[in-house]
Nanobody, 124 residues
Framework: VQLQASGGGLVQAGDSLRLSCAPS????????MGWFRQAPGEEREFVSG????????YYADSVKGRFTISRDNAKNTVYLQMNSLKPEDTAVYYC??????????????????WGQGTLVTVSS
């Protein structure tokens, strides 16, 4: 499964961005999807996850209330709507996928498929 993330860019604090990720696999609805991010010099960290049908969503505490994950199985796309962006949100954002619901969403090792990332830069 190849994942293509897009939508990153340079924005100011308080602005919004929407990231998209479109897996190559047609059976998109059989994949659980997640978003992770990695800032320079930092470890990759969990941002958000969504179950196959979209009925279950998960967020890191740092983004709760500001970010919203969603998926459109008809369009084979998962989205991450990011509002009220902060400079500390600056990172490369990666989408990830797996066939199974992870026991822990914040464990990147449980996701077998990864995209190449899209850079989000938030200026103060």
């Amino acid at each position: 499964v190849q994942l293509q993330a897009s939508g990153g860019g340079l924005v100011q604090a308080g602005d919004s961005l929407r990231l998209s990720c479109a897996p190559s696999r047609r059976t998109f609805s059989s994949l659980v999807m997640g978003w992770f991010r990695q800032a320079p010099g930092e470890e990759r960290e969990f941002v958000s996850g969504i179950s196959w049908s979209g009925t279950m969503t998960y967020y890191a505490d740092s983004v709760k209330g500001r970010f919203t994950i969603s998926r459109d199985n008809a369009k084979n796309t998962v989205y991450l709507q990011m509002n009220s962006l902060k400079p500390e949100d600056t990172a490369v954002y990666y989408c990830a996928a797996d066939n199974q619901l992870p026991g822990r969403w914040d464990n990147a090792k449980l996701f077998h498929y990864w995209g190449q990332g899209t850079l989000v830069t938030v200026s103060s």
